[in-house]
């Protein structure tokens, strides 16, 4: 079972059919024998490598879940800095239903080139009528609004970004993540793992959240607490945003 | 520039030469127009996907820095629940220098599978002499102790390890990140992203370590408050091993 399962993605890793060409992440799940919710997460050029990871490291934990990585094209796809590629082990062709979709973050280029891309955006769009929830990181809230998921709800975003987000009629609340029906916004980066908590506890019950907490030793305790523009003040705000422009490719 | 910086990228990805078959970690960096520390983090079977890429989102801002995830063979690594694939774009024998390695942690079996790997564990020991930086995330410490790294200092790693760590005769500390001259070891999963805040202070100065954790807005505020073995209690300790164990392939 074990080997068979790991048979079956490794050959998806490599691109190989394995599952059949169409699998939707459902038959994915089964033929990893797993019997959980499907969670799908997407990906596209100069996405930021923890907006996608740190909620797949904590709801991949989540009882009998699959967590699949899709993007346009199977294959690997880049961050915004250029240095990490993560596989996307199923094409945005291959999956036509899932239980969570997590749309995560990138830099500004990385939005403006999804805005381009009418299949990822109809895909998106598709997936979301038949999900339990549908979640953003960071600016894939972006993505969310740009297909009108958003128009006048609450969310939030990247802190720098907040009056974009108003432009799309969204009310932008300065939370770690914010609920709107069945679809919840994280704001920058690494508020995907609250976010992925929260998700934890509306899916399976708050003592499995509070255990995947646990579970991932997310105990934070940074070293400084800068990570909120109020706290971090003006001029730490330009040096935020002058190292992030200049990391990006 | 950007553009031969991407092909040099996309080569990598596609285990092309691009660079030349011994590129090391500093030639990657120069191919990439990069002048700053050079960072490898060593992935392999079965990690852990936060532990390399809680510190790879981070390290990847500081000024001038490039991040490279190595393994034994370039290609795809797949996590401990098999779901998510990390692409490595140079092999062990690719890196003979970096600044900064960073040894994520995984599954038992992955750490045992490690001990297995002479090959991994000898570059491990050679890069090891000539970084500025060693550093370990969760039960990636235990790859530092099997090759005698740790052997008398104080060390940290993943909540429910403390005991087998000590039979290396490692003094077991419960901190999110623990210096032992230029060893830093971080406790689990999430707390690399700590580790990584305090690595950048070392390496570029406080103001630009507080500028990341707003670059990255890193102002956590999970849920719940269930994230140490303390705080959670026998019940949650018993139910997060178990998710842990349940998950992974």
Request: neutral net charge.
């Amino acid at each position: 079972m074990e080997s068979s399962r790991r048979t079956v993605l490794r050959a998806a890793a490599a691109g190989a059919v394995g599952i059949g060409v169409t699998a939707g992440a459902a038959e994915v799940s089964a033929a990893q024998g797993k019997t959980g919710p499907t969670i799908g997460i997407l990906l596209y050029d100069r996405f930021s490598i923890l907006d996608p990871t740190g909620p797949a490291e904590i709801l991949s934990r989540l009882p009998g879940a699959t967590v699949t990585m899709i993007a346009e094209r199977r294959g690997p796809v880049r961050t915004d800095t250029g240095d990490v590629a993560l596989l996307a082990d199923r094409s945005i062709d291959e999956v036509h239903r899932l239980d969570v979709l997590v749309v995560p973050g990138g830099s500004g280029k990385a939005i403006s080139q999804v805005f381009e891309r009418p299949r990822v955006l109809d895909w998106v769009k598709r997936i979301h009528e038949r999900t339990q929830w549908t979640t953003s990181v960071c600016t894939g809230a972006f993505i969310l609004a740009r297909i009108g998921l958003l128009t006048g709800l609450r969310a939030t975003t990247y802190w720098s970004s907040k009056p974009y987000l108003e432009e799309y009629g969204v009310e932008y609340v300065a939370e770690r993540y914010v609920r709107a029906g069945k679809i919840i916004t994280a704001a920058g980066v690494s508020a995907g793992q609250d976010m992925a908590l929260y998700l934890a506890a509306l899916m399976a019950g708050e003592q499995t959240a509070k255990a995947l907490q646990l579970a991932v030793e997310y105990d934070p305790r940074p070293p400084y607490d800068t990570g909120s523009p109020g706290k971090a003040g003006p001029e730490l705000r330009e040096l935020a945003l002058r190292l992030l422009a200049d990391s990006q490719i």
